[in-house]
């Protein structure tokens, strides 16, 4: 039981850190070929003083800490109870 | 002295400004912070026994303490001084620094803090060689941490010398040799103790600054950072918040943010932190804690940038220092005269110490931990001569990177940086994934990939236009990209899973699942 609790959880572990490392590097990436191959967008104008550039870039850092905190929140509530639980069956057997 | 009058001249002659004189304020949080840091090094000194308490602080750090260490370890003169500079000069290029310093500590987060914790010891060479054999493996990772540690020293101490000239007329080499001293102090006597709370009080100390800085700036542009973006538009055009030239060539811009994403996962200062924690939980909270710290503080550097072009103007910064690097001090004096400049000198000049003491704690880890106690004497060490020559190889590095740091006198401080972080993303980074994560990998496959990952990093370097162009003013450079991790990290991971696949490593395939469990639950 305990040794299917462990996979399931590496797993999901694995697959959660995939996907957000994942979505980082779109979000990152996605902001440096803009900037490398459509200049006019990132240089247009939303209002004055603030272009479409610096804009993604401030949402780009926002972004970063969206990202951490769905890890840490994930982490905490499911993977270490789920650990424990492991840990228990352990000292159990 | 004649130095000095000749940099205030020079100074005198752009700007009107102090810097380049010797600075009342500015000598007093000097030497304010050397005394309290000291003070904190004489203390940690005595509970500075054991390689357990000086190489990982007795792993009793809180996750808020490491948050905020791992911050000051990363946020470096470079970023403070250098994207202030680049903002400053040329408006949104310098925030493709900001951003892409950020976006590696998520990557961080999700793929390494915590296996490594469970996984290691005192660097990150454990991880890579926890299934591994010993000898090979300690043998590259040290060359990749060595390097990274180089170039990133080399950065520091430039920064160091060049500050400390401008903002109290000291000799270029004094500074650098003060720098070295004050430095091998924090770490000789008071380990991981006393760097971990040196970069505690320099994270603190940056951040108020900078903060103080930001908001003296946004309160001349009623608190709204996008009139402080209109204000530097109206006056040097729209073209200041767009891509310019900076970024001329695309695959640079693409290849700098690979160096910069994957470059923090194998930065050995920033890995070593994670020892101190008590447990892989507190490491996760420490990344969080430090994710948003830093973040915050890349946030203000757009405001210092574009505050610094709009209140003290690109010549006028470009006058001070070719390089744009004093534009935070040149800004913190039209905001707050003579005593904020003295203040925001001494931060920056704290911000130095504190990372190359860091630096030089990670590699002396390598050289003691990685090369002398695992490969020279196959684990057999007692502490007593393990701290010996953790020492040891503290003075020398400490001797190597005041060398190196006159050596180099005169190179620009980001771009330096950002070279370290290519090494350390192509040496360090594949290696650390594929061992932990991959049963496949070979021992024959991981020491290629560090080697070859390392190897091509440094050689293209050296043909690419930065050394080659910029330095050696040849008319053009074989390899075209200013930074190499674009080739150099795809390239070490195929290396890595291709020279695994060819080759066999029973013993390793055998420890996987031992190490995959300790890696989530833990050592007990």
Same mark, same amino acid.
């Given at each position: 039981?305990?040794?299917?609790?462990?996979?399931?959880?590496?797993?999901?572990?694995?697959?959660?850190?995939?996907?957000?490392?994942?979505?980082?590097?779109?979000?990152?990436?996605?902001?440096?070929?803009?900037?490398?191959?459509?200049?006019?967008?990132?240089?247009?104008?939303?209002?004055?003083?603030?272009?479409?550039?610096?804009?993604?870039?401030?949402?780009?850092?926002?972004?970063?800490?969206?990202?951490?905190?769905?890890?840490?929140?994930?982490?905490?509530?499911?993977?270490?109870?789920?650990?424990?639980?492991?840990?228990?069956?352990?000292?159990?057997? | 002295?004649?130095?000095?009058?000749?940099?205030?001249?020079?100074?005198?002659?752009?700007?009107?400004?102090?810097?380049?004189?010797?600075?009342?304020?500015?000598?007093?949080?000097?030497?304010?912070?050397?005394?309290?840091?000291?003070?904190?090094?004489?203390?940690?000194?005595?509970?500075?026994?054991?390689?357990?308490?000086?190489?990982?602080?007795?792993?009793?750090?809180?996750?808020?303490?490491?948050?905020?260490?791992?911050?000051?370890?990363?946020?470096?003169?470079?970023?403070?001084?250098?994207?202030?500079?680049?903002?400053?000069?040329?408006?949104?290029?310098?925030?493709?620094?900001?951003?892409?310093?950020?976006?590696?500590?998520?990557?961080?987060?999700?793929?390494?803090?915590?296996?490594?914790?469970?996984?290691?010891?005192?660097?990150?060479? =454990?991880?890579?060689?926890?299934?591994?054999?010993?000898?090979?493996?300690?043998?590259?990772?040290?060359?990749?941490?060595?390097?990274?540690?180089?170039?990133?020293?080399?950065?520091?101490?430039?920064?160091?010398?060049?500050?400390? #000239?401008?903002?109290?007329?000291?000799?270029?080499?004094?500074?650098? !040799?003060?720098?070295?001293?004050?430095?091998?102090?924090?770490?000789?006597?008071?380990?991981?103790?006393?760097?971990?709370?040196?970069?505690?009080?320099?994270?603190?100390?940056?951040?108020?600054?900078?903060?103080?800085?930001?908001?003296?700036?946004?309160?001349?542009?009623?608190?709204?950072? !996008?009139?402080?973006?209109?204000?530097?538009?109206?006056?040097?055009?729209?073209?200041?918040?767009?891509?310019?030239?900076?970024?001329?060539?695309?695959?640079?811009?693409?290849?700098?943010?690979?160096?910069?994403?994957?470059?923090?996962?194998?930065?050995?200062?920033?890995?070593?932190?994670?020892?101190?924690?008590?447990?892989? #939980?507190?490491? #996760?909270?420490?990344?969080?804690?430090?994710?948003?710290?830093?973040?915050?503080?890349?946030?203000?550097?757009?405001?210092?940038?574009?505050?610094?072009?709009?209140?003290?103007?690109?010549?006028?910064?470009?006058?001070?220092?070719?390089?744009?690097?004093?534009?935070?001090?040149?800004?913190?004096?039209?905001?707050?005269?003579?005593?904020?400049?003295?203040?925001?000198?001494?931060?920056?000049?704290?911000?130095?110490?504190?990372?190359?003491?860091?630096?030089?704690?990670?590699?002396?880890?390598?050289?003691?931990?990685?090369?002398?106690?695992?490969?020279?004497?196959?684990?057999?060490? =007692?502490?007593?001569?393990?701290?010996?020559?953790?020492? !040891?190889?503290?003075?020398?590095?400490?001797?190597?990177?005041?060398?190196?740091?006159?050596?180099?006198?005169?190179?620009?401080?980001?771009?330096?940086?950002?070279?370290?972080?290519?090494?350390?993303?192509?040496?360090?980074?594949?290696?650390?994934?594929?061992?932990?994560?991959?049963?496949?990998?070979?021992?024959?496959?991981?020491?290629?990939?560090?080697?070859?990952?390392?190897?091509?990093?440094?050689?293209?370097?050296?043909?690419?236009?930065?050394?080659? !162009?910029?330095?050696?003013?040849?008319? =053009?450079?074989?390899?075209?990209?200013?930074?190499?991790?674009?080739?150099?990290?795809?390239?070490?991971?195929?290396?890595?899973?291709?020279?695994?696949?060819?080759?066999? =490593?029973?013993?390793?395939?055998?420890?996987?699942?031992?190490?995959?469990?300790?890696?989530?639950?833990?050592?007990?």
């Amino acid at each position: 039981m305990s040794e299917h609790r462990f996979r399931s959880l590496a797993e999901t572990r694995w697959r959660i850190a995939m996907a957000l490392t994942a979505t980082m590097i779109a979000i990152y990436f996605g902001f440096i070929l803009l900037i490398a191959y459509d200049k006019p967008l990132m240089g247009r104008l939303l209002t004055r003083g603030l272009s479409v550039g610096v804009l993604l870039g401030a949402l780009v850092i926002v972004a970063s800490w969206v990202l951490t905190w769905v890890y840490v929140r994930w982490a905490n509530t499911h993977y270490d109870a789920g650990m424990d639980e492991v840990r228990r069956g352990e000292g159990a057997r | 002295m004649i130095a000095m009058l000749q940099g205030a001249a020079a100074a005198q002659r752009e700007v009107a400004t102090r810097l380049g004189e010797p600075n009342a304020v500015a000598m007093a949080f000097f030497f304010a912070f050397i005394a309290i840091t000291l003070g904190i090094t004489y203390w940690a000194a005595r509970r500075t026994r054991t390689t357990e308490e000086f190489y990982a602080a007795g792993r009793t750090v809180t996750p808020g303490q490491n948050g905020l260490a791992l911050a000051g370890d990363y946020m470096s003169a470079a970023s403070f001084l250098g994207i202030a500079g680049l903002v400053s000069t040329t408006g949104f290029d310098g925030l493709i620094y900001s951003t892409g310093w950020l976006v590696g500590w998520p990557v961080v987060l999700f793929l390494i803090a915590e296996p490594l914790r469970n996984l290691g010891k005192y660097t990150f060479a =454990d991880v890579v060689a926890a299934r591994l054999r010993q000898t090979p493996v300690r043998l590259a990772a040290a060359v990749g941490t060595l390097a990274t540690v180089a170039f990133y020293l080399i950065a520091q101490m430039v920064g160091a010398g060049g500050l400390i #000239r401008l903002m109290f007329g000291l000799s270029y080499e004094t500074a650098v !040799v003060i720098v070295g001293a004050a430095m091998m102090a924090y770490v000789l006597f008071g380990g991981m103790i006393a760097t971990t709370w040196v970069q505690i009080v320099k994270a603190l100390l940056l951040l108020g600054g900078a903060a103080l800085l930001a908001i003296l700036v946004l309160a001349r542009f009623g608190m709204n950072p !996008v009139a402080l973006f209109a204000a530097a538009a109206e006056r040097y055009g729209d073209a200041v918040l767009a891509p310019g030239r900076l970024v001329a060539a695309p695959l640079d811009a693409v290849s700098l943010g690979m160096a910069l994403m994957f470059g923090t996962a194998g930065l050995p200062h920033i890995l070593m932190r994670f020892y101190t924690v008590p447990d892989a #939980r507190a490491a #996760r909270t420490s990344v969080f804690y430090a994710t948003g710290l830093i973040g915050f503080f890349y946030l203000m550097t757009f405001v210092l940038g574009f505050g610094a072009m709009v209140l003290v103007g690109p010549e006028a910064i470009r006058g001070v220092d070719p390089g744009g690097n004093m534009a935070a001090p040149l800004l913190a004096e039209v905001l707050g005269g003579t005593p904020f400049l003295g203040f925001i000198a001494a931060v920056a000049f704290a911000t130095i110490l504190a990372v190359v003491a860091g630096l030089t704690l990670s590699g002396a880890a390598a050289l003691s931990h990685d090369l002398w106690v695992n490969v020279v004497r196959h684990g057999e060490a =007692d502490s007593r001569e393990q701290l010996r020559v953790a020492r !040891v190889a503290t003075i020398a590095l400490g001797v190597v990177a005041v060398v190196l740091g006159i050596l180099f006198k005169g190179q620009n401080v980001a771009y330096m940086v950002s070279l370290a972080f290519a090494i350390a993303a192509s040496g360090n980074f594949p290696a650390l994934v594929l061992s932990i994560f991959w049963r496949r990998c070979t021992t024959e496959g991981i020491v290629a990939s560090m080697v070859i990952g390392t190897a091509t990093t440094l050689l293209l370097i050296w043909l690419s236009p930065t050394i080659q !162009v910029d330095i050696l003013k040849h008319a =053009d450079a074989w390899f075209p990209l200013k930074n190499p991790a674009l080739v150099t990290i795809p390239l070490s991971f195929a290396v890595g899973i291709l020279v695994s696949l060819a080759t066999r =490593d029973d013993v390793a395939y055998e420890k996987f699942a031992a190490a995959e469990r300790r890696m989530h639950v833990g050592a007990d």
